[in-house]
């Protein structure tokens, strides 16, 4: 399978709900996409527009201060120290790297990429490019033996659903059994909500309680498109096994897979600002607050969202109908079917979307329940 022979992408299917919320007398409450909408951080800025003499090509493997900054922001936010440089790889935004690693790692016809059940779905879009086979599964018991690359995703998208450390070992373990390497996608492990992930750090797959201080065949994932408004910088990196950041890093040299300079230095410095990511997590804090119980009110179930930028709900009909229904009140969400084949009666609510339209949804919705009652 090539490129040409992807499919269509699936949220043109959205646009007749689209339509017809935006007909909505009150307007449109887009919850579809966790695109973010609050302004990227002044230190942020500032660290770009300060960096905008980048007359030379930018590296590759990222700028000496991008990369202790990463190695810095693991070990202080994330639990994980001892990462050197050379341990870390800034990448451009996280979705090429996800739909581009089974290739970068030579991946093709008779290998085999599990991902979640409830998926990301350029999972199992990055194993279709090069004739592998996906695998959905959550768990490590049903892994196949063909299996040479493995995603976990926590908090999850769409899901929420957050792995402790307990099972990242067992994810780990079954994976190094495997000869696999273990992909760790943590993109929103600063947003967890649920006790105890309110209290304490999501942790990492690279956290030494899981890797015994041995990361061998395992890397991490993140994005700054969430805790730090930088979704238009495409602002993303890597870590772990020395070994295979090695050979990512020769193979993303050849493709010119690199970094703007002064996104890197932006990079930098909202990895080394937790001000901004404090005041970021307490607005989605509030708005999640705001939703999830007018949610619950219109007769809606949520499962998972232990964390991250969604609520991951149903009602207990085709996601489809979920759509036309929230629709006609002005608001649009995700349907179920684009995370897979095992949720089609879920629907993803996000987040991201300004305190005015959160307030407009909830009232549309306690409206809603109203009337039920």
Known sequence: MGVADLADYPWDAVAPYAARARSHPDGLVDLSIGSPVDPTPAVVADALRAATDAHAYPQTMGTPALRAAIAGWYARRRGVPGLTPEDVLPTVGSKELVALLPLLLGLGPGDVVVHPRAAYPTYEVGARLVGATPFASDDPDEWPAATRLVWVNSP???????????????ATARARELGAVLASDECYAELGWDAPW???????????????????????VYSLSKQSNLAGYRAAFLAGDPAIVARLLTARKHLGLMLPLPVQAAMAAALDDDAHVASQRELYRRRREVLRPAVEAAGFHIDGSEGGLYLWATEGRDAWESLGRLADLGILAGPGHFYGTHFPQHVRLSLTATDERIAAAADRLRAVSVLQD
């Open 156 to 170: 999850g998208n769409p899901d929420g659903r957050i792995l402790d450390v307990d099972a990242l070992r067992a």
């Open 198 to 220: 309110d209290a304490e750090p999501v942790p990492s797959a690279l956290d030494p309680r899981v890797t015994d201080g041995d990361v061998r065949g395992i890397l991490s």
